[in-house]
Protein backbone atom coordinates (compact mmCIF):
# COMPACT_ATOMS: atom_id res chain seq x y z
CA UNK A 1 0.00 0.00 0.00
CA UNK A 2 1.21 3.85 -1.00
CA UNK A 3 0.76 4.56 2.54
CA UNK A 4 2.26 1.56 4.14
CA UNK A 5 5.24 2.45 1.75
CA UNK A 6 5.41 6.24 2.99
CA UNK A 7 5.53 4.85 6.75
CA UNK A 8 8.12 2.30 6.32
CA UNK A 9 10.34 4.46 4.12
CA UNK A 10 10.10 7.26 7.12
CA UNK A 11 11.28 4.57 9.16
CA UNK A 12 14.25 3.24 7.18
CA UNK A 13 15.22 6.84 6.82
CA UNK A 14 15.46 7.37 10.87
CA UNK A 15 17.16 3.69 10.82
CA UNK A 16 19.74 4.87 8.69
CA UNK A 17 20.07 8.14 9.91
CA UNK A 18 20.59 6.44 13.56
CA UNK A 19 22.78 3.89 12.63
CA UNK A 20 24.90 6.26 10.50
CA UNK A 21 25.03 8.22 13.38
CA UNK A 22 26.78 5.58 15.69
CA UNK A 23 28.93 4.26 13.55
CA UNK A 24 30.57 7.45 11.33
CA UNK A 25 30.21 10.29 14.50
CA UNK A 26 29.68 8.77 17.91
CA UNK A 27 32.12 5.83 17.46
CA UNK A 28 34.50 7.64 15.75
CA UNK A 29 34.47 10.66 18.51
CA UNK A 30 34.01 8.37 21.42
CA UNK A 31 37.47 6.81 20.45
CA UNK A 32 39.58 10.30 19.70
CA UNK A 33 38.51 11.29 23.07
CA UNK A 34 39.65 8.30 24.48
CA UNK A 35 43.18 8.50 22.59
CA UNK A 36 43.13 12.58 23.75
CA UNK A 37 42.29 11.74 27.15
CA UNK A 38 45.43 9.39 27.52
CA UNK A 39 48.02 11.70 25.82
CA UNK A 40 46.31 14.47 28.11
CA UNK A 41 47.17 12.05 30.70
CA UNK A 42 50.98 11.13 29.87
CA UNK A 43 51.83 15.10 29.02
CA UNK A 44 50.14 15.97 32.63
CA UNK A 45 52.30 13.21 34.65
CA UNK A 46 55.68 14.42 32.87
CA UNK A 47 55.89 18.35 32.57
CA UNK A 48 55.61 20.45 34.98
CA UNK A 49 53.35 23.19 35.42
CA UNK A 50 54.81 26.68 34.79
CA UNK A 51 55.09 29.27 37.94
CA UNK A 52 52.71 31.35 38.44
CA UNK A 53 52.73 34.98 36.71
CA UNK A 54 51.69 38.04 38.71
CA UNK A 55 52.68 40.62 36.59
CA UNK A 56 50.03 43.15 36.31
CA UNK A 57 50.30 43.63 32.22
CA UNK A 58 49.28 39.93 32.11
CA UNK A 59 46.16 38.91 30.50
CA UNK A 60 44.24 37.02 32.60
CA UNK A 61 44.86 33.66 30.43
CA UNK A 62 49.02 34.24 30.78
CA UNK A 63 49.04 33.85 34.34
CA UNK A 64 49.28 30.03 34.93
CA UNK A 65 47.90 28.60 37.77
CA UNK A 66 50.12 25.71 39.69
CA UNK A 67 53.62 25.66 39.71
CA UNK A 68 53.70 22.14 41.23
CA UNK A 69 53.94 18.69 39.57
CA UNK A 70 50.46 18.12 38.59
CA UNK A 71 48.71 14.94 39.98
CA UNK A 72 49.67 15.83 43.99
CA UNK A 73 47.37 14.41 46.64
CA UNK A 74 44.27 16.57 47.10
CA UNK A 75 44.01 16.80 50.26
CA UNK A 76 47.86 18.36 50.63
CA UNK A 77 47.11 20.59 48.04
CA UNK A 78 44.45 22.15 50.11
CA UNK A 79 46.27 21.98 53.40
CA UNK A 80 49.45 23.50 52.38
CA UNK A 81 47.73 27.29 51.89
CA UNK A 82 45.49 29.28 54.44
CA UNK A 83 42.22 28.82 53.28
CA UNK A 84 38.08 30.30 54.70
CA UNK A 85 36.18 27.33 55.43
CA UNK A 86 32.75 27.23 52.97
CA UNK A 87 29.94 25.42 54.68
CA UNK A 88 26.13 25.61 53.46
CA UNK A 89 23.53 23.44 53.03
CA UNK A 90 24.43 22.75 49.21
CA UNK A 91 28.14 22.91 49.34
CA UNK A 92 31.43 22.46 51.21
CA UNK A 93 34.77 23.11 50.86
CA UNK A 94 37.04 26.18 51.34
CA UNK A 95 38.51 29.24 49.58
CA UNK A 96 42.28 29.38 49.05
CA UNK A 97 43.40 33.32 50.53
CA UNK A 98 46.39 33.12 47.68
CA UNK A 99 44.93 34.81 44.66
CA UNK A 100 41.50 34.25 47.32
CA UNK A 101 40.52 31.71 44.55
CA UNK A 102 37.32 29.05 44.50
CA UNK A 103 39.55 25.90 44.21
CA UNK A 104 38.01 23.59 46.46
CA UNK A 105 34.46 22.76 46.35
CA UNK A 106 32.44 19.88 46.62
CA UNK A 107 28.32 19.03 46.38
CA UNK A 108 27.31 17.40 49.54
CA UNK A 109 23.53 16.27 47.93
CA UNK A 110 25.20 14.19 44.36
CA UNK A 111 27.20 11.29 44.80
CA UNK A 112 29.23 10.13 42.31
CA UNK A 113 26.86 6.78 42.04
CA UNK A 114 23.48 5.00 43.04
CA UNK A 115 25.52 3.75 46.37
CA UNK A 116 24.01 5.94 49.25
CA UNK A 117 27.81 5.60 50.28
CA UNK A 118 29.90 6.93 47.19
CA UNK A 119 32.17 9.79 47.69
CA UNK A 120 30.24 13.17 47.12
CA UNK A 121 30.96 15.21 44.14
CA UNK A 122 33.94 17.25 43.94
CA UNK A 123 33.43 20.03 41.32
CA UNK A 124 36.77 22.62 42.44
CA UNK A 125 39.94 20.91 42.91
CA UNK A 126 43.46 23.02 43.05
CA UNK A 127 45.43 23.51 40.15
CA UNK A 128 48.30 21.01 41.71
CA UNK A 129 45.97 18.27 41.23
CA UNK A 130 45.31 15.97 37.89
CA UNK A 131 41.69 17.03 38.14
CA UNK A 132 42.73 21.12 38.54
CA UNK A 133 39.81 23.03 38.16
CA UNK A 134 38.90 26.64 39.72
CA UNK A 135 37.56 30.37 39.60
CA UNK A 136 39.62 33.48 40.16
CA UNK A 137 38.55 36.88 39.92
CA UNK A 138 41.12 39.70 40.21
CA UNK A 139 42.74 42.94 38.83
CA UNK A 140 44.98 44.08 35.87
CA UNK A 141 46.53 47.26 36.39
CA UNK A 142 49.88 49.39 35.61
CA UNK A 143 52.98 50.52 37.18
CA UNK A 144 51.04 53.63 38.42
CA UNK A 145 48.17 51.31 40.06
CA UNK A 146 51.05 48.83 41.41
CA UNK A 147 50.73 45.37 42.28
CA UNK A 148 47.03 44.46 42.02
CA UNK A 149 45.37 41.26 43.06
CA UNK A 150 46.23 38.47 40.62
CA UNK A 151 47.31 34.81 41.05
CA UNK A 152 49.70 34.87 43.87
CA UNK A 153 48.01 37.81 46.01
CA UNK A 154 47.85 36.89 49.69
CA UNK A 155 44.95 38.55 51.17
CA UNK A 156 44.23 39.00 54.54
CA UNK A 157 40.98 37.78 56.35
CA UNK A 158 39.77 40.42 58.29
CA UNK A 159 36.05 39.73 58.44
CA UNK A 160 34.52 36.43 59.63
CA UNK A 161 35.78 33.27 59.80
CA UNK A 162 33.81 30.64 58.44
CA UNK A 163 32.07 31.47 55.17
CA UNK A 164 27.91 30.32 55.33
CA UNK A 165 24.66 31.98 53.89
CA UNK A 166 24.12 34.12 57.24
CA UNK A 167 27.89 35.15 57.51
CA UNK A 168 29.80 36.48 54.95
CA UNK A 169 33.60 36.82 54.85
CA UNK A 170 35.94 39.94 54.08
CA UNK A 171 39.39 39.96 52.72
CA UNK A 172 41.40 43.13 52.51
CA UNK A 173 45.00 43.55 50.53
CA UNK A 174 46.53 47.25 50.35
CA UNK A 175 49.35 47.13 47.92
CA UNK A 176 52.82 49.78 47.51
CA UNK A 177 50.33 52.65 46.13
CA UNK A 178 48.36 52.66 48.49
CA UNK A 179 45.63 51.44 46.71
CA UNK A 180 43.10 49.20 49.38
CA UNK A 181 41.19 46.25 47.90
CA UNK A 182 38.29 45.27 50.12
CA UNK A 183 36.27 41.99 48.90
CA UNK A 184 33.14 40.48 50.75
CA UNK A 185 31.73 37.00 49.34
CA UNK A 186 28.40 35.77 50.14
CA UNK A 187 26.82 32.58 49.14
CA UNK A 188 23.51 31.11 49.64
CA UNK A 189 21.79 28.04 50.81
CA UNK A 190 22.39 26.47 47.02
CA UNK A 191 25.37 27.90 44.40
CA UNK A 192 25.21 31.23 44.02
CA UNK A 193 28.42 33.59 45.58
CA UNK A 194 28.58 37.24 45.67
CA UNK A 195 31.92 38.54 44.96
CA UNK A 196 31.80 42.70 45.89
CA UNK A 197 35.30 44.75 45.59
CA UNK A 198 35.91 48.01 46.79
CA UNK A 199 38.56 49.70 45.58
CA UNK A 200 39.72 52.82 47.70
CA UNK A 201 42.71 55.23 46.10
CA UNK A 202 44.79 56.99 48.98
CA UNK A 203 46.76 58.20 46.60
CA UNK A 204 47.52 61.29 45.14
CA UNK A 205 47.26 60.59 41.20
CA UNK A 206 43.87 58.48 39.53
CA UNK A 207 44.65 54.93 38.90
CA UNK A 208 43.56 52.85 35.73
CA UNK A 209 43.01 48.95 36.20
CA UNK A 210 40.54 46.53 35.01
CA UNK A 211 38.44 43.57 36.54
CA UNK A 212 39.19 40.30 35.44
CA UNK A 213 37.43 36.31 35.84
CA UNK A 214 38.61 33.03 34.92
CA UNK A 215 37.12 29.66 35.13
CA UNK A 216 40.27 27.44 34.36
CA UNK A 217 39.98 23.66 34.39
CA UNK A 218 42.86 21.13 33.41
CA UNK A 219 40.92 18.32 32.66
CA UNK A 220 37.78 17.19 30.27
CA UNK A 221 34.53 14.84 31.29
CA UNK A 222 35.73 11.15 30.97
CA UNK A 223 32.59 10.36 29.32
CA UNK A 224 32.52 11.31 26.30
CA UNK A 225 28.91 13.10 25.50
CA UNK A 226 27.32 12.72 22.24
CA UNK A 227 25.80 15.47 19.51
CA UNK A 228 22.12 16.21 22.19
CA UNK A 229 24.42 17.71 24.59
CA UNK A 230 27.04 20.42 24.46
CA UNK A 231 29.96 20.12 27.48
CA UNK A 232 32.45 22.96 27.34
CA UNK A 233 32.51 26.94 26.98
CA UNK A 234 29.52 28.70 27.33
CA UNK A 235 28.48 31.88 28.29
CA UNK A 236 26.38 35.14 26.76
CA UNK A 237 27.47 37.95 25.33
CA UNK A 238 24.87 40.68 24.79
CA UNK A 239 21.95 38.86 24.19
CA UNK A 240 23.56 35.80 22.17
CA UNK A 241 23.76 32.29 23.86
CA UNK A 242 28.03 31.12 22.66
CA UNK A 243 28.62 26.89 23.06
CA UNK A 244 31.98 26.39 22.09
CA UNK A 245 33.21 22.66 22.13
CA UNK A 246 36.63 21.24 23.71
CA UNK A 247 37.25 19.94 20.64
CA UNK A 248 36.65 23.80 18.80
CA UNK A 249 38.55 25.13 21.04
CA UNK A 250 41.51 22.76 20.96
CA UNK A 251 41.60 23.63 17.43
CA UNK A 252 41.47 27.24 17.24
CA UNK A 253 43.14 27.84 20.51
CA UNK A 254 41.06 30.84 21.36
CA UNK A 255 37.52 31.91 20.26
CA UNK A 256 36.66 35.71 20.96
CA UNK A 257 32.72 36.07 20.95
CA UNK A 258 33.22 39.75 21.18
CA UNK A 259 32.60 42.41 23.42
CA UNK A 260 29.35 43.51 25.07
CA UNK A 261 27.53 44.71 27.69
CA UNK A 262 25.83 41.93 29.76
CA UNK A 263 26.11 38.60 29.70
CA UNK A 264 27.65 35.55 31.23
CA UNK A 265 30.53 33.15 30.86
CA UNK A 266 32.40 29.50 31.91
CA UNK A 267 32.45 26.37 31.75
CA UNK A 268 29.44 23.17 31.69
CA UNK A 269 29.31 19.65 31.93
CA UNK A 270 26.20 17.37 32.14
CA UNK A 271 25.34 18.02 34.96
CA UNK A 272 27.42 20.68 36.87
CA UNK A 273 28.89 24.37 35.78
CA UNK A 274 30.83 26.92 36.82
CA UNK A 275 30.44 30.47 36.14
CA UNK A 276 31.25 33.88 36.50
CA UNK A 277 28.67 37.02 35.60
CA UNK A 278 30.85 40.02 35.31
CA UNK A 279 29.42 43.47 36.26
CA UNK A 280 26.74 43.97 33.84
CA UNK A 281 26.59 47.88 33.56
CA UNK A 282 30.27 47.89 32.04
CA UNK A 283 31.79 46.56 29.48
CA UNK A 284 34.00 43.66 29.06
CA UNK A 285 35.79 40.81 26.10
CA UNK A 286 34.87 37.23 26.36
CA UNK A 287 37.63 34.41 25.55
CA UNK A 288 37.28 31.29 25.31
CA UNK A 289 40.51 29.14 25.10
CA UNK A 290 42.75 26.06 25.05
CA UNK A 291 46.31 26.97 26.25
CA UNK A 292 49.47 24.20 25.94
CA UNK A 293 52.07 26.71 27.61
CA UNK A 294 53.20 23.91 30.07
CA UNK A 295 50.53 22.15 30.78
CA UNK A 296 47.63 22.32 29.03
CA UNK A 297 44.48 23.85 30.18
CA UNK A 298 40.87 25.41 29.30
CA UNK A 299 39.78 28.64 30.23
CA UNK A 300 36.57 30.88 29.91
CA UNK A 301 37.63 33.97 30.77
CA UNK A 302 36.88 38.11 30.83
CA UNK A 303 38.52 41.34 30.88
CA UNK A 304 36.48 44.40 31.62
CA UNK A 305 37.11 47.81 30.45
CA UNK A 306 38.92 50.02 32.66
CA UNK A 307 37.64 51.55 35.61
CA UNK A 308 39.06 55.10 37.36
CA UNK A 309 39.11 55.30 40.91
CA UNK A 310 40.59 59.29 41.76
CA UNK A 311 42.75 60.06 45.13
CA UNK A 312 40.71 59.61 48.26
CA UNK A 313 37.45 58.28 45.83
CA UNK A 314 36.42 54.55 46.10
CA UNK A 315 34.93 52.17 43.25
CA UNK A 316 33.06 49.00 43.31
CA UNK A 317 32.93 46.07 41.75
CA UNK A 318 30.43 42.87 41.88
CA UNK A 319 30.60 39.84 40.77
CA UNK A 320 28.61 36.66 40.59
CA UNK A 321 30.15 32.83 40.63
CA UNK A 322 27.77 30.10 40.01
CA UNK A 323 29.27 26.61 41.16
CA UNK A 324 27.02 23.36 41.07
CA UNK A 325 24.45 21.64 39.64
CA UNK A 326 22.24 22.83 37.40
CA UNK A 327 18.89 22.49 38.94
CA UNK A 328 16.36 23.70 36.78
CA UNK A 329 14.40 25.39 39.38
CA UNK A 330 17.56 26.80 40.90
CA UNK A 331 19.02 28.20 37.62
CA UNK A 332 15.78 29.46 36.73
CA UNK A 333 15.28 31.73 39.69
CA UNK A 334 18.93 32.85 39.51
CA UNK A 335 18.01 34.16 36.27
CA UNK A 336 15.12 36.25 37.26
CA UNK A 337 16.50 37.12 40.98
CA UNK A 338 19.48 38.82 39.15
CA UNK A 339 18.34 39.67 35.44
CA UNK A 340 21.36 37.37 34.11
CA UNK A 341 20.09 37.65 30.61
CA UNK A 342 19.29 33.59 28.85
CA UNK A 343 21.12 32.27 32.33
CA UNK A 344 18.93 29.32 32.09
CA UNK A 345 20.14 28.65 29.16
CA UNK A 346 22.81 27.03 31.06
CA UNK A 347 20.70 23.56 30.89
CA UNK A 348 21.27 22.75 27.53
CA UNK A 349 17.23 22.51 26.13
CA UNK A 350 18.33 22.01 22.54
CA UNK A 351 17.28 23.34 19.38
CA UNK A 352 13.52 22.49 20.36
CA UNK A 353 13.72 24.60 23.66
CA UNK A 354 10.35 26.02 23.27
CA UNK A 355 8.83 22.01 23.79
CA UNK A 356 11.81 20.45 25.76
CA UNK A 357 11.75 22.62 28.65
CA UNK A 358 7.56 22.85 28.87
CA UNK A 359 7.86 18.99 28.76
CA UNK A 360 10.14 19.39 31.37
CA UNK A 361 8.23 21.45 33.82
CA UNK A 362 4.78 18.71 33.39
CA UNK A 363 7.11 15.99 34.05
CA UNK A 364 8.69 18.05 37.18
CA UNK A 365 5.03 18.24 37.93
CA UNK A 366 3.97 14.82 38.12
CA UNK A 367 7.25 13.75 39.82
CA UNK A 368 6.00 16.33 43.00
CA UNK A 369 2.61 14.64 42.83
CA UNK A 370 3.21 11.30 42.36
CA UNK A 371 7.30 10.88 44.05
CA UNK A 372 8.50 8.80 40.90
CA UNK A 373 10.01 10.35 37.68
CA UNK A 374 9.01 6.39 36.22
CA UNK A 375 5.39 7.24 36.83
CA UNK A 376 5.73 11.16 35.46
CA UNK A 377 7.44 9.48 32.31
CA UNK A 378 4.12 7.21 31.92
CA UNK A 379 1.68 9.56 32.79
CA UNK A 380 3.48 12.41 30.46
CA UNK A 381 3.31 9.97 27.80
CA UNK A 382 -0.65 9.54 27.97
CA UNK A 383 -0.65 13.67 27.95
CA UNK A 384 1.11 13.86 24.89
CA UNK A 385 -0.83 10.99 23.52
CA UNK A 386 -3.88 13.41 24.31
CA UNK A 387 -2.75 16.59 22.85
CA UNK A 388 -1.73 14.89 18.78
CA UNK A 389 -5.27 12.00 19.38
CA UNK A 390 -6.79 14.47 16.45
CA UNK A 391 -3.54 14.03 14.13
CA UNK A 392 -3.06 10.27 15.36
CA UNK A 393 -6.77 9.43 14.69
CA UNK A 394 -6.16 11.48 11.04
CA UNK A 395 -3.26 9.25 10.73
CA UNK A 396 -4.73 5.69 11.43
CA UNK A 397 -8.06 6.80 9.61
CA UNK A 398 -6.10 7.81 6.42
CA UNK A 399 -4.11 4.20 7.11
CA UNK A 400 -7.90 2.96 6.83
CA UNK A 401 -9.24 4.50 3.90
CA UNK A 402 -6.25 3.29 2.33
CA UNK A 403 -6.80 -0.35 3.65
CA UNK A 404 -10.59 0.01 1.76
CA UNK A 405 -9.33 1.23 -1.60
CA UNK A 406 -6.68 -1.10 -1.63
CA UNK A 407 -8.07 -3.66 -4.21
CA UNK A 408 -8.65 -0.69 -6.28
CA UNK A 409 -5.27 0.13 -6.49
CA UNK A 410 -4.05 -3.26 -7.14
CA UNK A 411 -6.91 -2.85 -10.63
CA UNK A 412 -5.11 0.17 -11.64
CA UNK A 413 -1.63 -1.03 -11.28
CA UNK A 414 -2.79 -3.90 -13.48
CA UNK A 415 -4.67 -1.80 -15.58
CA UNK A 416 -1.89 0.07 -16.45
CA UNK A 417 1.38 -2.13 -16.12
CA UNK A 418 5.03 -0.64 -16.67
CA UNK A 419 2.72 2.85 -17.59
CA UNK A 420 4.22 5.21 -14.43
CA UNK A 421 2.99 8.13 -15.73
CA UNK A 422 -0.72 6.92 -16.11
CA UNK A 423 -1.05 5.00 -12.80
CA UNK A 424 0.23 7.98 -11.48
CA UNK A 425 -2.44 10.31 -12.69
CA UNK A 426 -4.87 7.40 -12.06
CA UNK A 427 -3.93 6.71 -8.77
CA UNK A 428 -4.15 10.94 -7.81
CA UNK A 429 -7.69 10.81 -9.15
CA UNK A 430 -8.61 7.55 -6.84
CA UNK A 431 -7.71 9.87 -3.83
CA UNK A 432 -9.58 12.71 -5.00
CA UNK A 433 -12.36 10.48 -5.96
CA UNK A 434 -12.44 9.09 -2.66
CA UNK A 435 -11.31 12.09 -0.52
CA UNK A 436 -7.92 10.54 0.84
CA UNK A 437 -4.88 12.47 1.56
CA UNK A 438 -1.86 9.84 0.90
CA UNK A 439 0.41 12.30 3.11
CA UNK A 440 -1.82 11.93 6.31
CA UNK A 441 -0.34 9.03 7.05
CA UNK A 442 3.36 10.46 7.59
CA UNK A 443 2.60 14.24 8.87
CA UNK A 444 1.72 13.03 12.76
CA UNK A 445 4.94 10.67 12.53
CA UNK A 446 7.03 13.51 11.18
CA UNK A 447 5.48 16.69 13.45
CA UNK A 448 6.08 14.03 16.77
CA UNK A 449 9.32 13.18 16.14
CA UNK A 450 10.63 16.42 17.70
CA UNK A 451 8.55 15.41 20.83
CA UNK A 452 10.60 12.69 20.92
CA UNK A 453 13.75 14.83 21.09
CA UNK A 454 12.43 16.80 23.16
CA UNK A 455 12.22 13.77 25.71
CA UNK A 456 15.07 12.39 25.18
CA UNK A 457 16.63 15.72 25.77
CA UNK A 458 14.94 16.02 29.40
CA UNK A 459 15.98 12.24 30.72
CA UNK A 460 19.51 12.63 28.87
CA UNK A 461 20.62 16.33 30.09
CA UNK A 462 18.76 17.45 33.50
CA UNK A 463 20.33 16.37 36.83
CA UNK A 464 16.76 15.74 38.50
CA UNK A 465 16.86 12.24 36.18
CA UNK A 466 19.81 11.43 37.44
CA UNK A 467 19.89 8.94 39.79
CA UNK A 468 16.23 8.63 39.46
CA UNK A 469 14.75 5.05 40.18
CA UNK A 470 11.79 3.36 38.61
CA UNK A 471 10.59 0.18 40.22
CA UNK A 472 12.57 -3.50 40.53
CA UNK A 473 16.14 -3.02 38.95
CA UNK A 474 16.18 0.71 37.10
CA UNK A 475 17.76 2.63 39.92
CA UNK A 476 18.86 5.00 37.65
CA UNK A 477 16.66 6.25 34.39
CA UNK A 478 19.20 8.25 33.03
CA UNK A 479 21.35 5.20 32.41
CA UNK A 480 20.82 2.70 30.46
CA UNK A 481 19.00 -0.51 31.97
CA UNK A 482 21.80 -2.53 33.26
CA UNK A 483 20.85 -6.02 32.85
CA UNK A 484 21.76 -8.03 30.21
CA UNK A 485 19.53 -11.53 28.35
CA UNK A 486 23.32 -12.59 27.50
CA UNK A 487 23.63 -14.05 31.35
CA UNK A 488 19.90 -14.10 32.06
CA UNK A 489 19.58 -11.12 33.33
CA UNK A 490 21.99 -11.97 35.84
CA UNK A 491 21.06 -15.25 37.20
CA UNK A 492 24.19 -16.69 35.44
CA UNK A 493 27.26 -15.66 37.74
CA UNK A 494 29.56 -13.42 35.18
CA UNK A 495 29.38 -9.88 33.71
CA UNK A 496 28.97 -9.57 30.16
CA UNK A 497 30.74 -6.68 27.51
CA UNK A 498 28.94 -3.40 27.89
CA UNK A 499 28.19 -4.27 24.10
CA UNK A 500 26.05 -6.84 24.64
CA UNK A 501 23.78 -5.46 27.37
CA UNK A 502 20.37 -5.94 26.20
CA UNK A 503 17.97 -5.27 29.23
CA UNK A 504 14.33 -6.02 30.22
CA UNK A 505 13.05 -3.02 28.99
CA UNK A 506 15.16 -2.97 25.59
CA UNK A 507 13.14 -6.16 25.10
CA UNK A 508 10.01 -4.62 26.21
CA UNK A 509 10.56 -1.96 23.71
CA UNK A 510 11.28 -4.27 20.70
CA UNK A 511 8.27 -6.87 21.50
CA UNK A 512 5.93 -3.60 21.86
CA UNK A 513 7.30 -2.32 18.35
CA UNK A 514 6.91 -5.98 16.57
CA UNK A 515 3.41 -5.45 17.84
CA UNK A 516 2.54 -2.24 16.66
CA UNK A 517 3.56 -2.94 12.69
CA UNK A 518 1.93 -6.42 12.86
CA UNK A 519 -1.74 -4.58 13.25
CA UNK A 520 -1.10 -3.86 9.47
CA UNK A 521 -0.36 -6.27 6.93
CA UNK A 522 2.83 -7.43 5.96
CA UNK A 523 4.26 -5.37 2.65
CA UNK A 524 4.05 -7.42 -0.43
CA UNK A 525 7.63 -6.19 -1.42
CA UNK A 526 10.22 -8.20 -0.09
CA UNK A 527 12.57 -5.42 0.59
CA UNK A 528 9.70 -3.70 2.98
CA UNK A 529 9.08 -6.85 4.08
CA UNK A 530 12.46 -7.34 5.13
CA UNK A 531 12.52 -4.06 7.06
CA UNK A 532 9.00 -4.68 8.40
CA UNK A 533 10.17 -8.04 10.20
CA UNK A 534 14.35 -6.53 11.33
CA UNK A 535 13.54 -2.96 12.31
CA UNK A 536 12.04 -3.78 15.68
CA UNK A 537 15.28 -6.18 16.49
CA UNK A 538 17.47 -3.16 15.53
CA UNK A 539 16.01 -0.97 17.49
CA UNK A 540 15.87 -3.19 20.13
CA UNK A 541 19.88 -3.37 19.75
CA UNK A 542 20.29 0.42 19.12
CA UNK A 543 17.77 1.73 22.27
CA UNK A 544 19.68 -0.91 24.76
CA UNK A 545 22.49 1.45 25.38
CA UNK A 546 19.85 5.06 25.33
CA UNK A 547 18.47 5.95 29.20
CA UNK A 548 16.18 3.61 30.33
CA UNK A 549 13.75 6.55 31.26
CA UNK A 550 13.43 6.76 27.73
CA UNK A 551 12.95 3.31 26.34
CA UNK A 552 10.05 2.94 29.30
CA UNK A 553 8.48 5.72 27.50
CA UNK A 554 9.02 4.73 24.10
CA UNK A 555 7.67 0.88 25.20
CA UNK A 556 4.50 2.37 27.18
CA UNK A 557 3.97 4.71 23.97
CA UNK A 558 3.81 1.77 21.68
CA UNK A 559 1.46 0.04 23.65
CA UNK A 560 -0.79 3.31 24.13
CA UNK A 561 -0.30 3.58 20.17
CA UNK A 562 -1.91 -0.34 19.74
CA UNK A 563 -4.94 0.27 21.93
CA UNK A 564 -5.46 3.53 20.23
CA UNK A 565 -4.82 2.40 16.61
CA UNK A 566 -7.22 -0.95 17.17
CA UNK A 567 -9.93 1.57 18.33
CA UNK A 568 -9.36 3.37 15.09
CA UNK A 569 -9.47 0.72 13.06
CA UNK A 570 -12.15 -1.05 14.70
CA UNK A 571 -14.71 2.01 14.03
CA UNK A 572 -13.32 2.34 10.78
CA UNK A 573 -14.40 -1.45 9.65
CA UNK A 574 -11.38 -2.08 9.12
CA UNK A 575 -9.64 -5.45 10.10
CA UNK A 576 -6.77 -5.76 12.43
CA UNK A 577 -3.81 -7.57 11.23
CA UNK A 578 -1.93 -8.24 14.50
CA UNK A 579 -3.56 -11.97 14.85
CA UNK A 580 -3.21 -12.98 11.28
CA UNK A 581 0.17 -11.79 11.25
CA UNK A 582 1.08 -13.45 14.08
CA UNK A 583 -0.35 -16.66 12.95
CA UNK A 584 1.32 -16.59 9.82
CA UNK A 585 4.74 -16.50 11.88
CA UNK A 586 4.14 -20.10 12.75
CA UNK A 587 2.76 -21.29 9.77
CA UNK A 588 4.50 -23.28 7.16
CA UNK A 589 3.63 -20.98 3.90
CA UNK A 590 2.82 -24.08 1.42
CA UNK A 591 5.37 -23.77 -1.74
CA UNK A 592 4.14 -22.52 -5.07
CA UNK A 593 2.88 -25.24 -7.72
CA UNK A 594 5.85 -25.91 -10.37
Not at 70 to 80: E, H, L, N, T, W
Request: contains cysteine; neutral net charge; glycine residues 6%.
Amino acid sequence: MENNRNYFVAIALSVLILVAWQFFYVNPRIERDRIAAEQAQQTQQTQQAQQQQGTQQAAPGQALPGGAIPGADRDQAVAKSARVVIDTPALSGSINLTGARFDDLKLKEYRETVDPQSPIITLFSPAETADGYFTELGYIGSDATGAVPGPQTVWTLSGGDKLTPNTPVTLTHTNDKGITFTRTISVDDHYMFQVVDSIKNAGTTPVSLSSYGRVTRFNKPTTPSIYVLHEGFVGVTGDTLQEVGYSDAEEETTIEPGKSTGGWLGITDKYWAATIVPPQETPFDTRFSHFTDGRARYQSDYKGDQITVAPGQAAEVKNLVFAGAKEVPVVDNYAVAYSIPKFDRLIDWGWFYFITKPMFKMMDYFFRLFGNFGIAILITTIVVKLIFFPLANKQYASMANMKKVQPKMEELKKKFGDDRMGLQQAMMQLYKDEKINPLAGCWPIIIQIPVFFALYKVIYVTIEMRHAPFFGWIQDLSAPDPTTIFNLFGLLPFDVPVFLHLGVWPIIMGITMFLQMRMNPTPPDPTQAMLFTWMPVVFTFMLASFPAGLVIYWAWNNLLSIIQQSIIMKRQGVKIELFENLKSLFTKKPKPAE
